[in-house]
Structures are given as C-alpha cells and as structure tokens.
C-alpha cells in the first residue's frame, strides 16, 4: 500500500509540542508558524530566530573528476572553488531554463556538497546522475544523512559562539567549517536566506533535537524564537532574494532573472546550456526582456504571485511575491515588468488586485539590507 502522507523532520515531535502550525511543503510537513509570525519576522531581524530547513535536499560528489563534473552540469565555476568555501549557482536545462537554483559546498579536495531546494531535489539528483556519467566522480543521495537547522539574526553568532569553540569569527560569509556544536558534530555553514548574518547547521538527524534544545537555551536571554516558513517567506522578500517557482522558472533563464553573474562562460570546458545562455546574455544586452523589480504598496492591500502590474491602462508586467512588510510596516512584492516600467520612482504604476489597480512604487531590490 503506498502513501503520499508528507514526510516529517527529525525535529516533528519537538515543533508538534511548541505547538507549531504544520502543513504540507514541497512533499514535507514543516512548520508553517508557531505563534505570530509577523513576531517571527520581527525576532529574526532584531536579536535571532530558530528555524528547521531538514527538507532541503543534500547531494554529494565524489572523486578526482567531483569538480570538473559540476562545472559540466553546473552554471558556475565550481572547480575553482576553495575548500571551505561556498558558491551560489544553478543548474540549467540545455535550452537555458533554470532547473533550480543552489549553494555548493567544497568540503574537501574531491567532496562537494550540493544543496537543491525541496521541491528540486530529486530533479536535481537525476540530472547531476545523469551529467557525472562520463566523469570520474560518484553522485550520492544524501538527504536522510543530515537535518538542517538555521539561527538567524544580529544575535546568532554570540548565541552559537556559546555553544562551539569552532572558530566563528574566521568563518567567512558563504564558508563552512566542521565542527562540534553542543556536543554534536556539524558542517557550519555562514549562510542563509533571511538578509541576516547567521548559520546553518548541518547535523546527523538523531542530533537534531538535542542541538535545537541547546540553541533554544543557549539563546533564551537572547530573545531567540522558533521560526516557520511563513516568516522565512517575508525575511527573504525583504532582502530580494529568489524563491524557486516564483522568480526563477525552467521559462527564465539566469539573464532574465538579473542574475547573469552566476554563469561563468569563462570557465574550461563546455557546460549545459552554454549556448542557449550566450544568446540569452546577448538579448539581455541588447533587447532586454522584463526587469525583476520591487514594488512598495501606497495602500493596505496585498499583492499575490500571478496579479497583474499595470501602467496607463497596459498590462506591463506580473507579481511573482507579495506580502505585508513587517520592516517597512506596507505590503511590498517582486514582479518582472517591462524594462520601460523598470526604473526606481517609474509613476503611474498599480497591481490589478481583484480588479481594483493598486498605485505602487518601483524601488530597486532589495527592500531591506542589514547593516554591515
């Protein structure tokens, strides 16, 4: 008898006993809230939060050709990254449409770690199966070998430095170490998606809970709270990062996403979708398509992904995030609109919101950067 029941976390008792809000995310059941999840948001942007990222996807490879094989299968560099180091990239299809976006680890001269979104993951590791073929590198499914945890915020590290002696100050932004963490030994990881200094926890998943309760007391003082997806969502609109299925899609390639830099035609040997993606660079340069922009709301109401953006009277563009803004206190969104409509203080620009047009103000991305 089969079940399409979610899958649950290592830490699913612990979020079912703080009383978390569940629900069905990408396959997995998650914590969507624990409380107000505008006090999440505000938490994580102030002193720190605590959050269960075990759904996303670890693949690893191995082997003297680990290297060449991602940068084969991979947009970006990869080969040349440092042990230690981390790097944003993204795998594309051969007609250049993102098949995900991803961060990959260097964890040794011949071991990457590949981390694919949720709901990816397993498109992932087929390509990667699939790409490595004629390399001298073996793809590994890992992701029952680890659980995920994350703290964010200005607090994070004085609350993770109380727990570890691994060397925090030296962990470079986009870098992890090995190390131990309240006793359970761990990948840290100086990354994130909240627009936040912090970390991520890569752990056996029989240690999750005793790490998560140690953090939990660790940053009691702190003001460190539970974290769910709901808050996640706001923290990385705030900070104009991408979600997969929103701003990046297999219709958008890297260029039209305003994310070029992260192909790397530079680098040895072919890699998939090269030249799809060096037309696409050249279209970008020349005839842009629609412009990834932010919009902040004048009024109260909530754009949603799909609404139209409309300017005299034309659809020019579509919403791909909107929601309330707890740091600028007004609803805000990304949308793609047309380069004519793209500039920062553009007027006349409004949201078709259930048939009333919405005014909204072009900014540039993000919304919100910490200061450094």
Same mark, same amino acid.
């Given at each position: 008898?089969?079940?399409?029941?979610?899958?649950?976390?290592?830490?699913?008792?612990? %979020?079912?006993?703080?009383?978390?809000?569940?629900?069905?995310?990408?396959?997995?059941?998650?914590? #969507?809230?624990?409380?107000?999840?505008?006090?999440?948001?505000?938490?994580?942007?102030?002193?720190?939060?605590?959050?269960?990222?075990?759904?996303?996807?670890?693949?690893?490879?191995?082997?003297?050709?680990?290297?060449?094989?991602?940068?084969?299968?991979?947009?970006?560099?990869?080969?040349? #990254?440092?042990?230690?180091?981390?790097?944003?990239?993204?795998?594309?299809?051969?007609?250049?449409?993102?098949?995900?976006?991803?961060?990959?680890?260097?964890?040794?001269?011949?071991?990457?770690?590949?981390?694919?979104?949720?709901?990816?993951?397993?498109?992932?590791?087929?390509?990667?199966?699939?790409?490595?073929?004629?390399?001298?590198?073996?793809?590994?499914?890992?992701?029952?070998?680890?659980?995920?945890?994350?703290?964010?915020?200005?607090?994070?590290?004085?609350? #993770?430095?109380?727990?570890?002696?691994?060397?925090?100050?030296?962990?470079?932004?986009?870098?992890?170490?090995?190390?131990?963490?309240?006793?359970?030994?761990?990948?840290?990881?100086?990354?994130?998606?909240?627009?936040?200094?912090?970390?991520? #926890?890569?752990?056996?998943?029989?240690?999750?809970?005793?790490?998560?309760?140690?953090?939990?007391?660790?940053?009691?003082?702190?003001?460190?709270?539970?974290?769910?997806?709901?808050?996640?969502?706001?923290? @990385?609109?705030?900070?104009?990062?991408?979600?997969?299925? %929103?701003?990046?899609?297999?219709?958008?390639?890297?260029?039209?996403?305003?994310?070029?830099?992260?192909?790397?035609?530079?680098?040895?040997?072919?890699?998939?979708?090269?030249?799809?993606?060096?037309?696409?660079?050249?279209?970008?340069?020349?005839?842009?398509?629609?412009?990834?922009?932010?919009?902040?709301?004048?009024?109260?109401?909530?754009? &949603?992904?799909?609404?139209?953006?409309?300017?005299?009277?034309?659809?020019?563009?579509?919403?791909?995030?909107?929601?309330?803004?707890?740091?600028?206190?007004?609803?805000?969104?990304?949308?793609?609109?047309?380069?004519?409509?793209?500039?920062?203080?553009?007027?006349?620009?409004?949201?078709?919101? &259930?048939?009333?047009?919405?005014?909204?103000?072009?900014?540039?991305?993000?919304?919100?950067?910490?200061? @450094?």
């Amino acid at each position: 008898m089969t079940t399409d029941a979610p899958r649950r976390t290592a830490l699913d008792a612990l %979020h079912r006993a703080l009383g978390a809000t569940m629900t069905d995310f990408a396959g997995w059941d998650m914590p #969507l809230r624990y409380g107000s999840e505008r006090d999440e948001h505000v938490a994580v942007r102030t002193r720190a939060g605590l959050f269960d990222l075990s759904h996303m996807g670890e693949i690893t490879l191995t082997g003297a050709e680990a290297g060449r094989a991602l940068d084969f299968a991979l947009v970006g560099n990869i080969s040349a #990254l440092a042990v230690g180091r981390a790097r944003y990239t993204m795998i594309c299809n051969a007609d250049g449409g993102i098949v995900d976006d991803l961060i990959v680890y260097r964890l040794a001269e011949q071991e990457f770690m590949v981390v694919a979104n949720a709901s990816n993951a397993q498109v992932v590791l087929d390509a990667l199966t699939e790409r490595a073929a004629g390399f001298d590198a073996v793809v590994r499914d890992d992701r029952d070998a680890y659980a995920l945890i994350a703290i964010q915020g200005p607090a994070s590290p004085a609350i #993770l430095k109380s727990v570890t002696d691994a060397d925090l100050d030296g962990l470079k932004y986009y870098a992890g170490l090995p190390g131990t963490v309240a006793g359970v030994p761990a990948l840290i990881a100086r990354t994130g998606y909240t627009g936040e200094d912090g970390f991520e #926890l890569f752990v056996a998943p029989g240690d999750a809970e005793k790490l998560w309760q140690a953090l939990t007391e660790a940053g009691a003082d702190a003001g460190l709270v539970p974290c769910g997806l709901s808050c996640r969502d706001t923290l @990385r609109l705030e900070a104009g990062m991408p979600l997969y299925g %929103h701003e990046l899609t297999t219709s958008l390639t890297p260029f039209d996403a305003g994310l070029g830099r992260v192909v790397k035609f530079d680098k040895a040997g072919d890699f998939v979708g090269r030249e799809a993606l060096a037309a696409a660079a050249e279209r970008a340069e020349s005839a842009p398509p629609r412009k990834l922009v932010g919009l902040v709301a004048t009024g109260r109401r909530v754009p &949603r992904a799909g609404f139209a953006v409309v300017a005299g009277g034309t659809v020019v563009g579509e919403v791909t995030s909107g929601a309330p803004s707890p740091t600028l206190g007004k609803p805000i969104a990304m949308a793609y609109v047309d380069v004519a409509h793209a500039a920062p203080g553009t007027d006349g620009v409004s949201v078709d919101i &259930r048939g009333a047009h919405e005014p909204y103000e072009v900014v540039a991305l993000p919304f919100y950067k910490r200061e @450094r």
